[in-house]
């Protein structure tokens, strides 16, 4: 059964920084690109960003480009997002998720972790 | 970045009755070499992450019911519950993965019981 398990969030200072991590099984990690999803509360979805699958890919939303580093550990079977610079906009419920078949929609997602940035 | 936009961000219907959700793209989400809408419907319930119900426009995912109905081509798209049922209460979300891997969605719309 394929598997997403995010941890890592919790309550930072507005300027801090956070290392999120989703933990993957279930299929072969290795060769799938993998995204991170955020929702802030009661508000909608919004794409943060994406690695390839070798991890030689990145890509980031205009909202955390500079601030946010997105990584992988294939050998560990690893998603990392290293979020620094936080401010309050950065609040939210974070998802990690794939696609399990190419020129297909995100069909697999972790329960996701909270971040909370407030003083 | 091709910017998705719903309607409307909520509604109202009766059990029994037919519920409609409207989605305009940017730009086309409609690759010609294939002919396939790269455009996905999702729904939300409190506290769950997403789920895919349709992709493709109109292919409905494995599992979901076939009172969801996706239509529409190019820019403009719809998710149909033809007869709604209490389960069917949540927060639906188109996206589009036409430009991916950079993905956008939609604002999202409510749908509760009246």
């Known amino acids: 059964e394929v598997q997403l398990v995010e941890s890592g969030g919790g309550l930072v200072q507005p300027g801090g920084s956070l290392r999120l991590s989703c933990a993957a099984s279930g299929f072969t990690f290795s060769s799938h690109t993998m995204y991170w999803v955020r929702q802030a509360p009661g508000k909608g979805l919004e794409w943060v960003s994406v690695?390839?699958?070798?991890?030689?890919?990145?890509y980031y939303a205009d909202s955390v480009k500079g601030r946010f580093t997105i990584s992988r550990d294939n050998s560990k079977n690893t998603l990392y997002l290293q979020m620094n610079s936080l401010g309050a906009e950065d609040t939210a419920v974070y998802y990690c998720?794939?696609?399990?078949?190419?020129?297909?929609?995100?069909?697999?997602w972790g329960q996701g972790t909270l971040v909370t940035v407030s003083s | 970045d091709i910017v998705m936009t719903q309607s409307p961000d909520s509604l109202a219907v009766s059990l029994g009755e037919r519920a409609t959700i409207n989605c305009k793209s940017s730009q086309s989400v409609l690759y010609s070499s294939n002919n396939k809408n790269y455009l996905a419907w999702y729904q939300q319930k409190p506290g769950q992450p997403p789920k895919v119900l349709i992709y493709?426009?109109?292919a409905r995912e494995s599992g979901v019911p076939d009172r969801f109905s996706g239509s529409g081509s190019g820019t403009d798209f719809t998710l149909t519950i033809s007869s709604l049922q209490a389960e069917d209460v949540a927060v639906y979300y188109c996206?589009?993965?036409?430009?991916?891997?950079?993905?956008?969605f939609g604002g999202g719309t409510r749908v509760e019981i009246k």
């Open positions: 996206q589009q993965y036409y430009s991916s891997p950079r993905l956008t």
């Open positions: 493709w426009a109109s």
């Open positions: 690695v390839t699958s070798s991890g030689g890919n990145t």
């Open positions: 998720a794939m696609r399990q078949q190419v020129d297909h929609p995100l069909g697999c």
